[in-house]
């Protein structure tokens, strides 16, 4: 592959650059400080709220912007400061409440850069854990409330994400082919037991567009790095597309490089190759 001169990076963050522990591991926050050096911008770009970010992150010096919800926000990390939104419309917000309220399942939103749950979900998680999920990222970083989908219909102007949990993988199917046929809205997945709700054109790939046009970055100085469907829009952006070996095999196929697993350090060795 043709070496492109690489000016962002744009990384998701679970699966990708955090491994299976949760964290960043030191090969990998070298490489990024390396980056940043050459006046490489390094860029979060994640499915997880502004609040569930991981505390890791705030104390590498030098990073500028973090993508989070999908795409529905733009971070400036040195101030906290909102400098984009694309949230869901609030009659799609409606839409989907109608559609889901009653079925049974895990219901969860994502409303100013903040996680929410329904309280007696978040009760049985703390009770008897999950089999399916990770209990303590869900007790951490979960708000619990009263009547979730209430609650997003009080909220429907602020909506980010609205994110759907299924034990069973074949409920997940079912589903996302009855959601996808709804108007104004974008069913993606970050993990294999869950599919994720946002705007009709809310997703990482446009969200980088903006910021990259607002910092004079081509697409062909974009190198993307991630491992599921969330992921795809910003890999198809990107002039280099990089999926970590434990990525979907959807994300594989559509990727330029496949770079070694998260537990072995695969962002910091394709930003080694491909940037430094």
């Known amino acids: 592959m043709e070496h492109k001169e690489i000016r962002m990076v744009a990384l998701d963050l679970d699966g990708t650059t955090l491994n299976s522990r949760g964290e960043i591991s030191a090969r990998t926050a070298k ?101 399916y999920r990770d209990a303590e990222y869900i007790l951490t970083t979960r708000n619990p409330v009263v009547g979730i989908c209430d609650f997003m219909i009080e909220n429907r102007e602020k909506i980010e994400n609205i994110s759907l949990n299924f034990p069973d993988l074949t409920d997940k199917g079912r589903w996302y082919k009855a959601l996808s046929a709804l108007p104004g809205i974008t069913v993606t997945s970050s993990f294999i037991h869950n599919l994720e709700i946002g705007g009709a054109d809310t997703n990482k790939g446009r969200a980088l567009e903006i910021l990259m046009e607002q910092l004079s970055v081509q697409h062909c100085e974009l190198m993307a790095c991630g491992d599921s469907l969330n992921d795809q829009r910003m890999l198809q952006l990107a002039g280099i597309g990089v999926a970590v070996d434990n990525a979907s095999e959807e994300i594989k196929a559509i990727a330029d490089y496949v770079t070694a697993n998260n537990n072995d350090d695969g962002v910091a060795k394709a930003i080694e190759k491909f940037v430094l």
């Open 31 to 131: 490489a990024f400080l390396n980056a940043m050096e050459k006046g490489v911008h390094i860029v979060i770009s994640t499915g997880r709220t502004y609040q569930s970010l991981p505390g890791q992150l705030f104390s590498i010096k030098g990073l500028e912007y973090v993508i989070t919800s999908n795409g529905a926000h733009i971070t400036r990390l040195k101030d906290g400061e909102l400098i984009y939104e694309n949230n869901l419309a609030p009659e799609a917000v409606l839409t989907v409440v109608e559609k889901i309220r009653g079925a049974g399942m895990s219901v969860e939103t994502f409303v100013g850069g903040r996680a929410y749950i329904d309280k007696a979900e978040f009760d049985q998680v703390a009770a008897h854990g999950s089999d």
